[in-house]
């Protein structure tokens, strides 16, 4: 399904200042329901800044954010944020009941959630005994749990192995039409798999904000790569 042209989340202006450093720098865009769009850009960027105040988790110095009311929306940070002593049943299960579902319905997602991300064999595992990538996966699947309409990932492949990768990205994309995400990655291979469209910062600014073809022939760049160079003058990675 294809994102429709209404505007869910528009943000005019963001500013963000810590002391003498601007980690956001005026930014202004907009993003269609249904939509997946990825956040491009180096270590130090803005993302993670940008993505917390669009969720409401840090207060913008200037600017400002409209969302279209949504049922929910779900979060996934870039640090993993689980429960140590809880199952990873336990957990989509008590997150689903945070969020207002029955007992039975919380129990069904968790179950549908666990065999999604590859965790079902280890349901009733505590979450400090998982591993790293399991804890990622979980991490994600808790921002899931209530199908939330509007969905921000922060770096969700972080530390999975590349069969895991596949299994995340294949999972955002099926979101595509059916809910919005953004997603924050400095992978531009990811970035290019997974978005409609990239918003590609750096210093806190706003370089470009297009699908990746569109870019590319714009700037007349073969790949994301050389896009960024092109911007920046220097790699995604430095």
Aim: glycine letters at 10%; charged letters at 25%; hydrophobic letters at 45%.
């Amino acid at each position: 399904m294809s994102p429709s042209d209404e505007i869910v989340l528009r943000a005019s202006g963001l500013t963000k200042r810590y002391g003498d450093v601007v980690a956001v720098d005026d930014l202004s865009f907009e993003i269609r329901r249904g939509e997946i769009v990825g956040f491009l850009g180096p270590n130090g960027a803005g993302k993670t800044t940008t993505l917390k105040m669009l969720c409401g988790l840090l207060r913008p110095d200037a600017g400002r954010i409209d969302i279209a009311p949504p049922r929910s929306i779900g979060v996934s940070p870039q640090f993993i944020v689980i429960w140590d002593a809880l199952t990873s049943f336990e957990q989509l299960e008590f997150m689903g009941r945070m969020y207002g579902l029955a007992r039975a319905a919380a129990r069904r997602r968790a179950a549908t959630l666990l065999a999604t991300f590859g965790l079902q064999e280890n349901a009733h595992r505590l979450g400090r005994t998982l591993s790293g990538g399991m804890q990622r996966r979980l991490n994600i699947a808790l921002a899931l749990v209530h199908e939330p309409a509007i969905v921000f990932l922060d770096e969700p492949q972080a530390g999975l192995d590349p069969q895991s990768r596949v299994l995340v990205r294949e999972y955002i994309r099926s979101l595509a039409g059916r809910a919005t995400v953004v997603v924050a990655t400095h992978d531009m291979e990811e970035a290019d798999k997974l978005s409609d469209r990239v918003c590609i910062i750096d210093h806190g600014r706003l370089l470009e904000f297009d699908t990746v073809r569109a870019i590319e022939d714009r700037l007349g760049e073969v790949d994301l790569e050389h896009v960024f160079i092109h911007l920046t003058g220097r790699g995604l990675r430095e």
